[in-house]
């Protein structure tokens, strides 16, 4: 085959590849939020909004809109957009501002054996390149394109991986793309993977607060007894609110360390919400002990 000819087939090829990738069928995009209802800044109303990021959606050509009509074997993705913050920042002293907007994506599916909810963040980021009230708008509203771009690029690539086998997985787990890797950790934890519990445990390290409450929460899914030495080091220190979630992720992670952990607590800990906290969580370890069946009760935790 002649080079020009070979350029062509790859490039038609390329193409048909692209074209057949998955397009995830969305019900209903949704709001959330102040401040996508009273933001002066930001200087769109919040249908101006949702039409920006329905447009966004499809441009993207991974998700598309269903009308009122939509075929009973499909179920489709209800999206959820929030906006926690716009606002205005000065970087490294420098003489410019910077336009900031976050965005949130919630996903959500029902009609299957469980619902299913994946979350997504972005963040757009634009110079303000004048001090009048309109530069400022268009970076902000420039900002906003950015990052709803982004929260429907990670959902795109959070919705693939529920594709993906184990092995894929795996694979992505080593990617130079972090939302990649997090959104391959998530399906595999949801999986009960035991891939996924030592690197769960490894974020209970992190200085984010949101990643080390994600982590807990996959842990707890799992039943991951061999993240309780972590936990228990974790609570050390922490104040009184986190402390109770720690203690009741024990409780629902359960076992002889977790027992023994939470029946001190419960005894002797110097905050008394803390010892009624523990002693909730025993309570539920006991209950959850005492109505599991012989094979519940026979069956190991995913990392052991």
């Known amino acids: 085959m002649k080079p020009a000819l070979l350029l062509t087939a790859c490039v038609l090829l390329l193409g048909a590849c692209r074209s057949q990738a998955p397009r995830y069928p969305v019900e209903e995009v949704r709001l959330s939020g102040a401040t996508l209802t009273d933001n002066s800044q930001l200087g769109m109303a919040p249908e101006q909004v949702r039409e920006l990021f329905s447009t966004t959606l499809k441009d993207s050509k991974r998700f598309e809109l269903l009308g009122e009509e939509k075929p009973r074997e499909v179920r489709p993705w209800r999206v959820t957009l929030e906006l926690p913050f ?3 920042v000065l970087k490294d002293d420098g003489p410019h501002t ?4 976050g965005a949130t994506l919630v996903l959500e599916r029902f009609g299957g054996d469980l619902p299913e909810r994946y979350e997504v963040v972005g963040l757009g980021e634009v110079r303000v390149e004048a001090d009048t009230p309109e530069a400022r708008r268009t970076a902000l509203h420039s900002s906003l394109e950015a990052a709803l771009r982004q929260v429907s690029e990670s959902a795109a690539l959070q919705l693939a991986t529920l594709d993906r086998d184990n092995a894929g997985l795996l694979q ?10 997090e959104f391959a950790l998530r399906t595999l934890a949801e999986r009960g993977h035991p891939a996924a519990a030592p690197l769960l445990i490894e974020q209970l390290k992190s200085s984010d607060a949101d990643t080390v409450r994600r982590a807990i929460g996959a842990l707890v ?15 050390r220190g922490k104040e009184v609110g986190f402390l109770q979630e720690i203690v009741f992720a024990l409780g629902e992670i359960g076992g002889t360390e977790a027992e023994a952990y939470l029946y001190t607590v419960a005894q002797g800990h110097d905050q008394p919400a803390i010892q009624a906290a523990a002693q909730q969580a025993l309570d539920t370890l006991y209950a959850s002990r005492k109505h599991a069946s012989p094979e519940a009760r026979a069956t190991k935790p995913a990392d052991q």
């Not at 910077?98 to 907007?101: G, K, L, M, T």
């Not at 899914?221 to 609570?235: G, Q, R, T, W, Y």
């Open 172 to 181: 992505d787990l080593q990617s130079s793309d972090p939302r990649l890797r």
């Open 221 to 235: 899914e799992m039943k991951a007894a061999s993240a309780v030495p972590a936990l228990i080091d974790l609570s």
């Open 98 to 101: 910077y336009a900031e907007v």
């Open 86 to 88: 716009t606002r205005e």
